[in-house]
């Protein structure tokens, strides 16, 4: 068995991908509470005490895996552009690692969702090879979609979330980013 690399911090071409710090909490919440950054979500925006605790579950995977969503900065100049990465999951009764990203919308349309999908799976697939990795999104979220598809997932199945139309994408082996 390969030794599993460090996740907590992580460099793409551009992007910065690290472990949250308590100096993220008030970024983490803009984006979690922004209307525009759930725009394409399907489930509404949350508030602020919603967003404290989403962010305390993303802490307890890093302290209870080893692994969980990254703070996504630009390499260049350490703004905070927004969060994703992945993450230990149940989904259909199976073991997965669900890759999730979440941006600022001055981010948008850069590509930095790719890029750090892609940095995403390659680390899972090379340190968690028994883990599929996955992404579910709202049927009606076209950007998660093409982010999705850039990355190569297969799409495996629609169903219905929290009364919200979904669909699951499926990783396959790691490829070039396009």
């Known amino acids: 068995m390969r030794p599993v690399s460090d996740p907590s911090e992580i460099r793409t071409r551009r992007l910065l991908l690290r472990r949250p710090l308590a100096a993220d909490t008030e970024k983490f919440v803009e984006v979690h509470t922004s209307e525009q950054a759930h725009a394409f979500s399907g489930f509404g925006r949350r508030d602020r005490a919603e967003s404290l605790r989403l962010l305390e579950n993303f802490?307890?995977?890093?302290?209870t895996h080893g692994i969980g969503?990254?703070?996504?900065?630009?390499?260049?100049?350490?703004?905070?552009?927004?969060?994703?990465?992945?993450?230990?999951?149940?989904d259909e009764g199976q073991k997965v690692l669900n890759l999730y990203f979440r941006f600022l919308p001055i981010a948008w349309g850069h590509g930095y969702a790719p890029e750090m999908g892609h940095a995403a799976v390659r680390w899972a697939h090379r340190n968690r090879p028994d883990l599929p990795v996955v992404?579910?999104?709202?049927?009606?979220?076209?950007?998660?979609?093409?982010?999705?598809?850039?990355?190569?997932?297969?799409r495996a199945l629609e169903r219905t979330h929290e009364g919200v139309a979904e669909v699951l994408f499926r990783s396959s082996a790691p490829g070039p980013l396009t």
């Open 59 to 63: 802490q307890l995977d890093w302290d």
């Open 69 to 90: 969503y990254w703070t996504v900065q630009a390499a260049s100049t350490g703004e905070v552009l927004g969060f994703g990465g992945v993450r230990n999951a149940l």
């Open 135 to 154: 992404i579910a999104t709202a049927v009606s979220n076209v950007p998660a979609i093409r982010v999705a598809e850039k990355l190569g997932f297969a």
